[in-house]
Nanobody, 123 residues
Framework: VQLQASGGGLVQAGGSLRLSCTVS????????IGWLRQVPGKEREFVGA????????YYADSVKGRFTVSRGNAKNTAYLQMSSLKPEDTAVYYC?????????????????WGQGTLVTVSS
C-alpha cells in the first residue's frame, strides 16, 4: 500500500484548507485511513480517520467540528477538510493506513505511511 498526501500550504487563522491522500495498492473495506500530524519535538498526534468502505469517521477532540475526513468518489482518495484553522494546527500532516481493528488514535497502530505535507497557519 502506498499513500501520498498533498495540499498543504500557508493559510491565515480562520481560513480553510483541504488535504488529499491518494492511496494505491491493496486496500480492503476493513482498512482505515487516518490523518495524523506532528510538530517538531512532539509525538505524532491523531487528527481523524475513516473506514475505507464505511461511513464511520473518528476525530480528535481538538479538531471535532472543524475538520472533516471523507473519501472521494473514485475511492482511491481520502480528504481532510480543515476549517476555522488556528495557529496551533500548524504541523506536518500525514495520511496513514491501518489494517485490522486497532486503536485508531495511536500512531503505532498504523501500518503504512505517506510522506507528510506541511500546513502553516499564521495568526
Amino acid at each position: 500500500v502506498q499513500l501520498q498526501a498533498s495540499g498543504g500550504g500557508l493559510v491565515q487563522a480562520g481560513g480553510s484548507l483541504r488535504l488529499s491522500c491518494t492511496v494505491s495498492g491493496r486496500i480492503y473495506s476493513s482498512h482505515l485511513i487516518g490523518w495524523l500530524r506532528q510538530v517538531p519535538g512532539k509525538e505524532r498526534e491523531f487528527v481523524g480517520a475513516i473506514r475505507w468502505n464505511d461511513p464511520r469517521t473518528y476525530y480528535a477532540d481538538s479538531v471535532k467540528g472543524r475538520f472533516t475526513v471523507s473519501r472521494g468518489n473514485a475511492k482511491n482518495t481520502a480528504y481532510l477538510q480543515m476549517s476555522s484553522l488556528k495557529p496551533e494546527d500548524t504541523a506536518v500532516y500525514y495520511c496513514a493506513a491501518m489494517f485490522g481493528i486497532k486503536e485508531y488514535s495511536a500512531a503505532r497502530s498504523y501500518d503504512y505511511w505517506g510522506q507528510g505535507t506541511l500546513v502553516t497557519v499564521s495568526s
